[in-house]
Structures are given as C-alpha cells and as structure tokens.
C-alpha cells in the first residue's frame, strides 16, 4: 500500500502509513475451524424441515408458503 507524506512536513516529519500501526494484528488461524455461522445459516437440515412442516401441520414447505403469503 502506497505511503503519504503529511501535509506539513516540518509539523510532523515522519511518513504516515495508510494502514494503523500499534495495533495487534489478528492471526487467521484463529478463524480456522470456526464453522458454527456457517452451520447456523444454511438453513434447516431435512429432518428439522419436516418436524417443523409437522408442528405446523402443513405437508411441505410449498404448502406453508401458499398459506402465509398473500398473492
């Protein structure tokens, strides 16, 4: 990344970098193995569908749409 030399260089002489400096950087092996969103967010399995579809009581997914949703 390209670096900027400040406005004023005798106010402040140094060359600032456009990414933050000091901080800690984060490791990306800290993310790996971390599916749980993942798992959360696909939506539910086919056995969670149908046990849902049944409290309903509403034979597919189709049917519970057609009933909830207005045309």
Do not use: W
């Not at 106010?11 to 800690?24: K, N, Q, R, T, V």
């Not at 967010?41 to 749409?65: D, N, W």
């Amino acid at each position: 990344m390209p670096f900027m030399q400040a406005a004023n260089p005798q106010a402040a002489p140094e060359i600032l970098s456009m990414s933050p400096s000091g901080y800690p950087s984060a490791d990306i092996r800290a993310l790996l193995g971390h599916d749980e969103f993942h798992a959360r967010h696909i939506g539910p399995t086919v056995s969670q569908e149908a046990a849902m579809l049944e409290a309903l009581g509403f034979e597919s997914r189709q049917a519970l749409i057609r009933a909830t949703v207005p045309p």
